[in-house]
């Protein structure tokens, strides 16, 4: 029902995103001239930040493995119908896990980090499920109110208190919890970037996403729920714990998504880690219109303007302008009705009478 | 009790906005980014005309400019409301960054602005205001026809069309009126209490105003209720870390996770009738059956 409400009367959602994306950039451009900036010489510099080279190409690796982590977290709690605006908390959870686990000298330091991350976020994604179907609270709420536990919890107490390093003090800059053991490094796979083993594993566990969901009978259920939980019920599909496995998995995703950050690049949990790659998970699902293969395009592409937007400051432009980008592009795609007329427009006049014709609800796949 | 007076405000006029525009149907998670508007336009007004009066103007209103959007997006376009909130927050994220140094040249922190006048027990208009708004909005909401009419609108609007409400002009209005209050809240944040804007800010109190409104459960003095209660959580906080050197325990972070702590446990246990307005969230089309 939600995948409905959310995507259904674009009946193309892979152009509606792609009008979006452009239409998202167009307006940063103008904004960009209206400025007093030369926009073709900061789309210059966000082009060569994000692919001029090995080292660019590692950022915008590096950080699309994350986008499509957390996109993907938030994409497979969509297919059983769940909101799951929680994935910052799940990611901050799993990458706490992970820079506990990854200190303890101990055979295969990196799986198991890996592993206690996504078993952290899984039990912080199973919370609001437990709390959906025992009590019925809206999933929005509980996680939105979750999230702010884990960030006050875990930036305000665990690693300033109990987990901090001794003798880090009162310099934040040197703050968060003890480096963890170089065994638990993720492997970095090209010279002269910071490319890492998160980019290819990040692949992997998008394409096990998109088997599990599309040809599998669990991932068929899962559906069922989401297209709508009472039919499913009378079908004899157990909805209720259908609805928690999808979203210990989303908690999972995004817990591994914060191990990639801290096993990757921080090595240690830091003592500022505002990352907001929870909250842009939701642009990157919502952009990719939901599927495995959509969110995997929609991350690296979000991955590449942040990677490139820290050249932007070449140009005097603060690196925030992707946020900027990529919150449009949201907008737009969270309005496919606003592209209809022009789809209407472009199929010819034929068509049109069919197009402003009230929309049908249609379920997605 | 001063301090709690002072902290208040911010919290109290955008949980307020929340109950505003969640009573007459339409979601609102975008409580944090219209804060963030208002109260980076309340700190740009107030320079440049060098009145705080002013300041208070200009973040109202861009309060409600963010809140048009979101109307436009979920009302006019039937976007889903969730998401519409979720994008405005993501917009106010960048773009205010962006003004915030091509306006001041610095992505960090404004220059220092006029700040409202004090009285004799040391606290601003705002303060008050806090304390008066509740209870009008509730004696409206309560009392009028017009508050009837909202409420009607939150539960069953396709009865409430039927009685010849407009729905959806009604739901923009609410809209509109929720980000006036939640952009007065930003500009209580700014112009109010720190004097200058911050690019962090509203670093969640938006978010925490919705906890509020839970809390509260949608009603107006509920939501003013909860939001008292936390700003005054906030201040022992700090009152605390103060005096007793809890800074070395550390403890800071228990504290401010307990309002969201305690908003989860009354939802979960269900304590009295904690359920938002029935029709909260659902988009209404007018030719729909």
């Known amino acids: 029902m939600l995948r409905a409400r959310v995507f259904a009367p674009a009946r193309d959602p892979l152009w509606s995103a792609v009008a979006a994306v452009l239409a998202a950039l167009l307006v940063s451009f103008v904004a960009i001239a209206a400025s007093g900036r030369n926009p073709a010489a900061g789309f210059g510099d966000l082009v060569t930040g994000a692919l001029g080279g090995p080292g660019p190409l590692g950022e915008t690796a590096i950080k699309s493995a994350v986008l499509i982590l957390t996109g993907l977290s938030v994409a497979v709690a969509f297919t059983v119908g769940l909101f799951n605006i929680g994935a910052e908390g799940q990611l901050i959870w799993g990458g706490l896990a992970a820079a506990v686990v990854g200190r ?3 055979p295969g330091v990196l799986l198991a980090s890996l592993l206690a991350a996504a078993l952290a976020g899984a039990l912080w994604g199973l919370l609001p499920a437990l709390l959906k179907v025992r009590r019925g609270v809206h999933e929005v709420i509980s996680t939105i109110l979750l999230n702010w536990v884990a960030i006050h919890l875990v930036h305000g107490w665990l690693v300033a208190g109990p987990l901090a390093a001794p003798g880090s003090g009162a310099s934040v800059s040197v703050a968060g919890t003890e480096p963890i053991a170089t065994a638990a490094w993720l492997p970095r796979l090209l010279p002269g970037s910071r490319l890492d083993a998160g980019f290819p594993l990040a692949l992997a566990i998008a394409a096990s996403v998109w088997f599990l969901l599309t040809r599998t009978r669990r991932g068929f259920e899962w559906r069922a729920v ?6 499913a019920h009378a079908c004899g599909i157990p909805d209720a714990r259908r609805v928690c496995e999808a979203m210990a998995l989303s908690g999972a995703l995004a817990g591994v998504a914060g191990a990639l950050l801290i096993l990757g690049t921080e090595h240690k949990y830091p003592g500022v880690f505002r990352t907001g790659y929870g909250f842009d998970g939701i642009a990157v699902a919502l952009v990719g219109g939901g599927t495995a293969a959509g969110t995997v395009v929609a991350g690296i592409f979000f991955g590449a303007l942040r990677a490139g937007a820290t050249r932007l400051q070449l140009q005097g432009i603060h690196p925030s302008f992707a946020e900027l980008i990529q919150g449009i592009a949201v907008l737009l ?3 496919p009705r606003i592209f209809q007329p022009l789809w209407a427009r472009l199929r010819g006049p034929s068509d049109a009478p069919a197009a402003s014709a009230p929309p049908i609800p249609t379920v997605q796949p | 009790m001063n301090a709690i007076l002072d902290f208040a405000p911010p919290l109290v006029l955008a949980a307020l906005g929340g109950v505003l525009s969640e009573r007459a149907g339409v979601v609102n998670i975008g409580l944090e980014g219209m804060m963030r508007f208002g109260a980076f336009a309340a700190v740009a007004g107030a320079i440049f005309s060098g ?3 002013v300041g208070l103007l200009c973040g109202a209103l861009a309060g409600a400019a963010a809140a048009a959007v979101h109307a436009l997006l979920s009302l006019r376009f039937r976007a889903d409301q969730v998401v519409s909130g979720v994008a405005l927050n993501l917009v106010a994220l960048g773009l205010v960054t962006y003004l915030l140094q091509s306006v001041f040249g610095s992505a960090g922190v404004s220059p220092p602005s006029p700040s409202l006048p ?3 027990f040391g606290h601003n208009a705002l303060a008050y205001a806090a304390l008066v708004v509740p209870v009008v909005f509730h004696l409206w909401l309560t009392r009028t026809a017009a508050g009837l009419r909202v409420r009607a609108v939150g539960e069953h609007p396709r009865a409430a069309a039927t009685l010849g409400v407009r729905v959806l002009s009604l ?13 007065l809240g930003g500009a209580a944040l700014s112009v109010g209490i720190l004097g200058q804007f911050d690019s962090r800010m509203p670093a969640g109190q938006g978010f925490m105003a919705l906890a509020a409104m839970v809390f509260g459960r949608w009603t107006p003095l509920g939501a003013a209720g909860a939001a008292f209660f936390f700003a005054a959580a906030d201040a022992l906080q700090r009152q605390l870390s103060f005096s007793l050197h809890a ?12 309002p969201y702590a305690l908003t989860l446990l009354v939802l979960a246990l269900g304590i009295g009738r904690t359920r938002a307005p029935a029709a909260d969230g659902v988009p209404y089309d007018p030719e729909g059956r």
């Open chain 2, 171 to 183: 739901r923009a209005f609410c809209v509109l009126g929720s980000g006036v209050l939640a952009g």
């Open chain 2, 247 to 258: 800074a070395d325990l550390r403890l800071d972070g228990v504290f401010l996770a307990l």
């Open chain 1, 333 to 335: 795609v969270a309005a």
């Open chain 2, 118 to 120: 004090r009285d004799g």
């Open chain 1, 226 to 231: 989401g297209a709508g939980r009472e039919a």
């Open chain 1, 104 to 106: 303890l000298e101990i």
């Open chain 2, 51 to 53: 009145s705080p009066w």
